[in-house]
């Protein structure tokens, strides 16, 4: 089985900064590698797919880059509504298999 | 606008069995581009994944749930269903459906609202 490590699970941050998020496979999923915020009590939105390519929809401070086995989320100029969870998930072996990464909260400073 | 809306007992009892259905509209479950999955959340943990099912009958479970999972697709209502037996606490979450595309990085890209499930003794 893949396995991910996601790093860090929580941060510390401030409205206007930068953040980074890693997740790191296993083995290599190549750019099967997608995404997701979320918030309390809602169900997961999907940011980015394919390690880098931004839903529509989604604001242009989210940006997702990597492949193989290491990969980054960034929000660049945190807004207030960027307060949740996130989520990276590999789906190299899809349908047979999918995994989730631990999770990372971003907390008010 | 493709909506998932789960339904199902928010209450089962140890060793039953659990079955939940997601109803598919603005779109259709026979689509020959999407899997449709099933993905939990126990209270305060992440995600995990348990299954996939397609149009054609093919299903998919994570093999962390054996044989107590099944996963199918209704064509004539449009929607799908899950079928988890002997279920114990541990299998309390919420249960979300989800469309997966089979392209594209292959993401969930369309979520119910989830269902909390709570097992008891």
């Known amino acids: 089985d893949i396995q991910m490590t996601q790093s860090p699970s929580s941060l510390s941050v401030s409205v206007g900064d930068r953040v980074t998020i890693t997740c790191r496979t296993s083995?290599?999923?190549?750019?099967?590698l997608n995404w997701y915020q979320q918030k309390p009590g809602k169900a997961p939105k999907l940011l980015i797919s394919?390690?880098?390519s931004l839903q529509s929809g989604v604001p242009s401070r989210f940006s997702g880059s990597g492949s193989g086995t290491e990969f980054t989320l960034t929000i660049s100029n945190l807004q207030p509504d960027d307060f949740a969870t996130y989520y990276c998930?590999?789906?190299?072996?899809?349908?047979?298999?999918?995994?989730f990464g631990q999770g990372t909260k971003l907390e008010i400073k | 606008q493709l909506q998932l809306q789960e339904s199902g007992p928010g209450l089962v009892k140890s060793s039953e069995t659990l079955t939940l259905t997601c109803n598919v509209s603005?779109?259709?479950?026979?689509?020959?581009?999407?899997?449709w999955g099933w993905i939990r959340q126990s209270p305060g943990k992440g995600l995990e994944w348990i299954g996939n099912?397609?149009?054609?009958?093919?299903?998919y479970n994570n093999p962390s749930l054996k044989s107590r999972l099944s996963t199918s697709v209704d064509t004539s209502n449009n929607q799908f269903s899950l079928k988890l037996t002997s279920v114990t606490a541990a299998d309390t979450a919420v249960y979300f459906c989800?469309?997966?595309?089979?392209?594209?990085?292959?993401?969930?890209?369309?979520w119910g609202q989830g269902i909390l499930v709570t097992v008891s003794s």
């Open positions: 989800a469309r997966g595309q089979t392209y594209s990085g292959r993401p969930f890209d369309y």
């Open positions: 603005g779109g259709s479950v026979s689509s020959s581009t999407h899997y």
């Open positions: 099912s397609y149009y054609t009958g093919a299903s």
């Open positions: 083995q290599t999923v190549n750019n099967y």
């Open positions: 394919t390690a880098s």
């Open positions: 998930q590999q789906s190299y072996n899809s349908p047979r298999m999918y995994t």
